[in-house]
């Protein structure tokens, strides 16, 4: 038996003729597919026989939504983590959860590789690969896009048909997309001019908010130690939550950023994403932080919010420092449980209320009517120590006569 690889299959056109490839132009020749469901939205069954008729030798079928989301959108929700202000990370998150169940059907096959069909200009390959280095770094890494003669999606359908491989190829939508339950992401075409303003068909999940309703939603999520656990007082597992909070964000047009990005390989890239339940989490997981969170512990979870955010866009997710960063947002998580009302109207998220067991709001001493708790004297002492290290700098000024 010749040697085995084990390829990211998702039954497109890249890796629908990556399977011939490899069979013709590498040394495995036993290529055995994976099918990652991440939340896609697709019928993955029909795999099965596309797969094999284009040469695959088995198809792994993989339910990893539960996982995805614990493991790794509750883990980036809970540190904050935001690329570039817009970005909530979506594909960034899913291809890890992907590449280490890539690496561990590679162990139970007996593979000597792995295979995926990024290519060589995206950020993807980095995630993918460096997912591979951390959790198995004997296992060598193939990248089709990187070293064989195909250039252009045209030459790629000729490939296909000279071997037979019916792959339905679509002019209708021109955008290059990424779609698992936590966002969809559309790039390329007209959004490859950033003075070009989206087209009305460019939104396939998130209503435009011309044709949002005219009356508004409320919602109450809970929350516990950070996580959410439930909708309108129902408990519900994490896809189930997610998927409904798809639903409701998206008929309100919630959750759509344009962003134009810095992609880790040096070039700038614009990207319409769409995260309507993921805004929704967002939003209401920072209500609960401004009510339980003290201001030095709030501030400097801002600065390592980016830090984590940079750690999981580049694609190093197995990371002592992101560990390291879980423990810290795992610590001050510990209060953050309660509850968040939301409005959602016309794109909008709006705050309509939150309560937490761990409230730092105390209305006695933050009252403007009259209070017996707070001595309003006391401020100017504060005040007079606080500002000594302007006093003495305007002191040194004047002394030389630069103030």
Known sequence: MGKKIVLAYSGGLDTS??????KENTEYTEVIAMAADVGQGEELEPLREKAAKTGAAKLYIEDLREEFITGYIYPTLKAGAVYERKYLLGTSMARPVIAKRLVEIARQEGAAAVAHGCTGKGNDQVRFE???????PDLKVVAPWRVWDIKSREQEVDYARARGIDVPVSRERPY??????????????????PGNEPKDDVLLISKRLEDAPDSPAYLELEFERGIPVA?????????????KLNEIGAAHGVGVADILENRLVGMKSRGVYENPGGAILYYAHNELEYLTLDRTTLHYKDLIAQRYAELVYDGVWFHPLREALDAFTDKIQEVVTGKARLKLYKGNIC???AWSP????????????????????????FI??????????ALMQKRNGSL
């Open 17 to 22: 003729i990556i399977i011939p490839w490899l």
């Open 130 to 136: 460096l997912t591979v280095k951390a959790l198995a």
């Open 176 to 193: 290059s997309m990424d779609r698992n339950i936590w966002h969809l992401s559309h790039e390329g075409a007209d959004l490859e001019e």
């Open 231 to 243: 909708l309108d007082g129902k408990k519900l597992p994490p896809v189930d939550l997610l998927s």
């Open 351 to 353: 705050s309509a209320g």
């Open 358 to 381: 761990y409230s730092l709001f105390n209305a006695a001493y933050s009252t403007f009517g009259e209070d017996d708790v707070y001595n309003q004297a006391d401020a100017e002492g």
């Open 384 to 393: 007079n120590l606080f500002g000594l290290p302007l006093k003495m700098r």
